[in-house]
């Protein structure tokens, strides 16, 4: 008895010794291998091919310099961006698995007064300082040849985007030269430092735009005044945004320069809600348009810069209810088989316009944007005033509309008798003898132009970033994909799709597009009685003001016997219709809150309540084995 107790005791010694090893051994060959396995739908943590395609052009090797604070600190937050470089670490050993050779990691601990300090001062990493005065470093440089390109800070915020820069640094250190991009604005994108006028007139100084500052960091971005006639030669793409006011001659040398082969990235809008001088036209009955009238016409499209598109499918939803002119566009909106736009899935379009007609002859297009088959053109003038309500306007036409299109091929000039006349300055220059027009080019050769329906989407506001200060440095977050499409547009025209892929998964988002359906089903569902009632209460007040406007002037303030009936009874009506809406109203908002609530418990327990059934389950089945033994 006592032997088999050994023995038992024994073997089970042995084999929770094995076991222990065997755990030992599979953790230390995982470790060494850094297999990992990327569950998620869009393969989030997996290189994009952008990525690979960057890295496999290498001929030279690439060293990164990383540098990363080890020691100890007293610092609440050292700890969490300690845990953060571990993802750095991890991310840095898949781009040097699949360099194969070609990428070298090196990995520095910068202490103070320590070469490894000295060495990421060079590389122009700066540490950033704790809440006890210690200072974080948490950078890297790649270096190839006399080419060197850092990274200052890795900041957690930007964890999405930690592939994009490290692979953007990469890619800068292959090129020598970057492209010129031309900008060319009504607007201030530039920004404005403040003068003594400026102060005098309450008026404060502004940064750039954010898309300006980052295409800085890939491009050399030169300013082209709204009044230029001629677009500089080295200019590889022009930016257009928002040219209201245009002349001829300026429209004239943009046709010029696709004529001569330069690519085009325009912006143009019905509406530029966010134009600073945007109150005054409004005040003068007018809007801030833009439009490109003559060069539209001879590419054969046609855009109507008094008109906004409103989509029931994709209203941007704010306290009051939803505003179909104000488009938040999901990855139905987009074309997916472009790179331009195939890994983006949420836009923001504020007032946007449409482009319509069919491609001059040797052009061909290709739709990168549009609209839902629920959306129609809405006046503009309209679509401001009402707000929520212009969704009672719109009638879907069933058809989709362009939002932003390419086209590509030969175009020809937009102006076949030359260069147009300015008008005289001075009345004695009319009797001034004209000279021959310039010929000018009459047509191109393979080029390509992208047009958008909408400029306020350019805007820090329409962009919807968010600039924060993370220990120091400041860091720019995206919460939609407009400038990571505006990137990739300018990476295309300019001739480099491989970082497109990798800057557009960094606001990837995955809206739960069943509560969307399910929402846009229950607004249908009371928008039809909702709209009678408003019609009901429309002719009410139009009853009312008949009455009053029938009466004579002796009759002006004195009301007959019949008409003070038929007004009291208009204003009850009036009233009971008010009240009857507004419990409609109420309705629809309480039926859309109880979907979502339904919808979240249901995520919430369905996980909880599988697991039990389960177990339950596991326990039935072992108890009548069990029990037939």
């Known amino acids: 008895m006592k032997r088999k107790q050994f023995e038992t005791l024994l073997y089970s010694t042995i084999g929770v010794v094995l076991l222990f090893a065997l755990v030992l051994a599979i953790n230390f060959i995982a470790t060494r291998a850094r297999y990992r396995v990327d569950l998620t739908q869009e393969k989030a943590y997996t290189f994009s091919d952008g990525t690979k395609a960057i890295i496999g052009r290498l001929d030279t090797p690439v060293k990164i310099r990383f540098y990363c604070t080890q020691g100890e600190s007293s610092a609440s937050e050292a700890v969490f961006l300690k845990n953060y470089a571990h993802h750095v670490e991890d ?35 700066e540490g950033q300082m704790l809440s006890n005065g210690e200072k974080f470093y948490l950078g890297l440089s790649v270096n190839m040849l006399d080419q060197r390109e850092t990274v200052p800070f890795l900041s957690p915020t930007r964890e999405k985007l930690m ?7 990469i890619a800068r250190v292959q090129t020598t030269e970057k492209p010129v991009i031309g900008v060319m604005s009504s607007m201030v994108v530039f920004g404005q430092q403040q003068s003594p006028m400026m102060a005098r007139m309450g008026q404060q100084a502004s940064d750039p735009w954010v898309f300006i500052s980052e295409l800085k960091r890939d491009f050399n971005v030169k300013k082209i005044e709204m009044e230029a006639d001629k677009i500089d030669d080295d200019v590889k793409v022009l930016v257009l945004i928002h040219p209201k ?18 690519k ?33 016409k001879s590419w054969g499209l046609q855009f109507d810069p008094a008109k906004v598109i409103g989509d029931l499918n994709y209203p941007t939803r704010i306290q009051e209810g939803n505003i179909p002119t104000v488009l938040t566009l999901t990855a139905d909106a987009v074309n997916k088989n472009d790179p331009v736009t195939g890994q983006i899935d949420n836009m923001l379009f504020p007032f946007s316009g449409a482009f319509a007609g069919t491609p001059a002859a040797g052009l061909t297009q290709t739709v990168l944007i549009k609209s839902s ?33 390419r086209l590509s091929g030969k175009f020809k000039t937009a102006f076949p008798e030359g260069k147009p006349k300015a008008k005289a300055a001075k009345p004695e220059d009319k009797d001034k003898k004209e000279e021959p027009a310039e010929a000018g080019l009459k047509e191109s050769k393979d080029t390509s132009v992208i047009l958008v329906a909408d400029s306020d989407m350019l805007t820090d506001e329409g962009a919807q970033v968010e600039k924060q200060n993370f220990f120091g440095q400041k860091v720019i977050m995206m919460h939609n994909g407009n400038l990571p499409f505006v990137q990739n547009c300018v990476e295309q025209l300019s001739g480099d799709n491989n970082l497109i892929g990798v800057r557009s998964r960094a606001t990837l988002n995955r809206p739960f597009k069943l509560v969307k359906d399910m929402e846009l089903a229950a607004q249908e569902k009371f928008q039809g009685r909702i709209k009678e009632m408003e019609k009901t209460l429309q002719e009410a007040q139009q009853k009312v003001n008949d009455l009053q406007r029938n009466k004579s002037k002796e009759q002006r303030f004195i009301l007959s016997p019949e008409q003070q009936k038929e007004i009291e009874s208009v204003r ?9 809406l507004k419990k409609l109203r109420k309705e629809l908002r309480q039926e859309v809150d109880s979907l979502e609530n339904r919808l979240k418990w249901m995520n919430i327990l369905s996980m909880p309540i599988l697991v039990a059934i389960s177990g339950l389950t596991l326990a039935v089945v072992k108890r009548k084995r069990t029990a037939a033994k």
Not at 245 to 262: H, K, S
């Open 91 to 125: 991310l840095l050993a898949e781009y040097k698995q699949v360099g194969k050779g070609k990428i070298i990691i090196e990995k520095y601990d910068p202490q103070p007064d320590s070469d490894a300090e000295d060495s990421a001062r060079l590389d122009n990493v």
């Open 163 to 169: 592939e994009y820069d490290v692979t953007r640094a």
């Open 245 to 262: 006011g245009i002349t001829a001659q300026t429209e004239y040398a943009i046709d010029q320069f696709v004529m001569r082969g330069g």
């Open 264 to 296: 085009l990235l325009a912006f143009i809008d019905p509406n530029c809600y966010f134009d600073p001088n945007r109150q005054e036209r409004q005040m003068g009955g007018g809007f801030s348009s833009s439009n490109l009238e003559k060069l539209f």
């Open 373 to 405: 088959t629920k959306a129609d053109l809405v006046d503009t003038y309209m679509a401001q005033l009402s707000g929520v309500n212009v969704a009672n306007d719109i009638k879907p036409t069933g058809k989709e509309f362009s939002l932003a299109v």
């Open 572 to 580: 009850k009506k009036e009233a009971e219709t008010n009240k009857e």
